[in-house]
């Protein structure tokens, strides 16, 4: 089998890349949205919690427990203490309940629940806690802390999700998914370390923003396993307060542990105020979720029109466009549209300066003239396109003797670069499920290497060109190969992509965000190829890898 990121050695030649694939990282929230076709998510204000003067300021560390009792309570504590010394907030550790009252609280911009278990307040003190939250203050909590009051549901909201269960310690892989946040900001994105992990009894993830989980095929995670979407570490606002909460630091090693320090300092401070955190990005209820068309038949894509009109494209060949004010949907244009595999009107984006010069693209497989997909400018006047106003601005050649993957998404960035995500457009069916790789005579339509793996061919691709006003494009700086390097396509921005369904920019930083979607088979070959995942990336050039892996 050729190596990741190995060029295919087939004609037509390729010429060698150097570029890597790139690290899968957790998109933003705003490269998100243009790919919801169903339905607009408007965002709706939340109460932030009263900030807290950053230094000085005092946490409380409680640490009794009616449970099991975990014999890293102490360095737990000494670890708080140092942290505390280091960056100026004073640290008060008890295990009397006692505490627990308005008065006593109001001194501290935090409390540390290190390693509670069991029912640890009555109900005076319950109430006492509540009021503190309420008032903007802090909660942290430290893995066993979720194995603490069962029976106080708002203490249970207020962690996220109770403990469940949990397998041998042992080492395993932890995914940071908010690399922004301050307790995960210093943590590779791809954390190795040793401890007990936790299973809990509900995913907190439609609850709560998730800052790591874990990725239970590096380790076994018992018979209480979550699955792929394993929570580990999260914050929200909570009535009122901050909560950050971490399932790991069972070890008394995990206290002197330099990543671990940093990761629970960083949730100390957050939970304080005496750090800033977005903990609201993935709380559904920051959402509103509105159907604007439910006659729908295989909507592709869509994009807002400054106007507040919803354009959106059937794969049949409509575009559809939906009227703010009266909430109606016209359809602007029919395109003749070859639908054949998976094929149509793929995608559709309005150009930056659409509110002075109506443009609109649209990426399609014209019916006629041969096997092709191809991007063409139409111009909007009203509510109608003119087939007359269409100037074709790019096309890919494609092969429409069996299926599939066809891609078609495209996307702006900030300085009025167009780029365009093309499928490998090869048969996934007669290989197990497994890269397409069949280099026999005759079957070229099943042989993914031609296409993706291949520097001079535009599908299995990200393209990036920068559209005229004529209707024509230039190359931009920057693209994986130069213009007039031999057997290459200067379009390239990224290559060695599958299915890349949907693409997004980043308008604040321009970055490029791309789902790619994997291969069928249920598990990795070395000598087939790799199992099936989902991959969604940021985007530099360079090879991505498929069809020689994938994830």
């Known amino acids: 089998m050729i190596g990741c990121g190995e060029p295919s050695s087939r004609d037509p030649s390729p010429t060698p890349v150097s570029a890597q694939p790139g690290t899968p990282r957790r998109p933003t929230v705003s490269a998100l949205r243009r790919a919801v076709l169903s ?4 965002a709706t204000a939340l109460i932030a919690p009263t900030p807290v003067q950053a230094a000085p300021y005092s946490v409380l560390v409680f640490s009794k427990t009616a449970g099991f009792r975990h014999d890293s309570i102490p360095a737990g504590i000494t670890a708080i203490q140092q942290l505390g010394a280091a960056n100026d907030f004073t640290v008060v550790a008890t295990e009397d309940a006692a505490a627990f009252n308005d008065t006593n609280l109001a001194n501290f911009a935090a409390v540390v629940w290190l390693h509670t278990t069991g029912d640890v307040l009555d109900a005076n003190q319950q109430a006492a ?3 503190y939250i309420r008032s903007g203050r802090g909660y942290v909590g430290v893995h066993a802390a979720s194995d603490s009051e069962y029976g106080w549901s708002w203490y249970g909201n207020l962690v996220g999700a109770y403990f469940a269960s949990h397998p041998a310690n042992q080492t395993a892989t932890i995914k940071v998914e908010d690399p922004a946040h301050a307790s995960t900001s210093s943590l590779p994105a791809r954390w190795s ?3 007990e992990l936790y299973n809990f009894q509900t995913n907190p993830r439609s609850r709560v923003h998730v800052l790591a989980s874990l990725d239970e095929r590096t380790y ?14 999260w914050c929200q606002n909570y009535d009122g307060g901050r909560s950050w909460y971490t399932g790991l630091g069972h070890t008394i090693e995990s206290f002197s542990d330099n990543a671990f320090r940093a990761h629970l300092l960083g949730g100390i401070q957050t939970a304080a105020g005496a750090a800033g955190a977005d903990c609201k990005a993935s709380l559904t209820s920051s959402f509103q979720k509105v159907t604007l068309d439910s006659n ?14 919803v354009f959106y494209i059937e794969r049949d060949g409509r575009v559809q466009i939906i009227k703010p004010n009266t909430g109606t949907t016209v359809t602007a244009i029919t395109l003749n549209v070859f639908t054949g595999n998976e094929d149509g009107l793929l995608g559709l984006r309005l150009d930056p300066g659409f509110a002075t010069n109506g443009w609109v693209y649209l990426y399609y497989a014209p019916n006629s003239g041969g096997p092709r997909n191809q991007i063409s400018r139409f111009t909007v006047v009203g509510d109608s396109i003119s087939l007359s106003s269409e100037q074709v601005v790019l096309q890919v050649p494609t092969q429409r ?46 042989d993914s290497q031609r296409t993706s793996g291949n520097t001079n061919d535009l599908r299995g691709k990200i393209l990036r060109i920068t559209p005229q006003a004529n209707g024509t494009y230039t190359i931009p700086s920057g693209n994986l190969f130069a213009p007039g390097t031999a057997q290459t396509k200067p379009e390239i921005f990224a290559m060695g992509f599958r299915n890349p369904f949907r693409i997004g920019t980043d308008k604040a930083t321009n970055t490029l965000y791309v789902a790619d979607y994997g291969p069928d088979a249920q598990s990795e070959n070395p000598n087939r190829g790799p199992e099936g995942t989902v991959e969604w990336n940021i985007v530099t050039p360079g090879n991505y890898g498929w069809p020689y892996c994938h994830g």
């Open 39 to 42: 339905a607009l998510l408007v």
């Open 129 to 131: 806690f509540e009021r």
């Open 193 to 195: 370390r040793l401890d």
């Open 220 to 233: 076994a995670p018992g018979t209480g396993a979550m699955g792929h979407d394993h929570p580990i570490a």
């Open 296 to 309: 729908t038949s295989n909507p592709m894509e869509l994009d807002v029109a400054p106007d507040g009109r």
């Open 401 to 446: 003797n069996t299926c599939c993957h066809a891609g078609g998404s495209m996307t702006f960035d900030g300085a009025g670069n167009l780029y365009l995500a093309t499928g490998d457009n090869t048969n996934p069916f007669e290989s197990d499920g497994f890269a397409p790789l069949d280099e026999r005579a005759g079957r070229q339509d099943f």
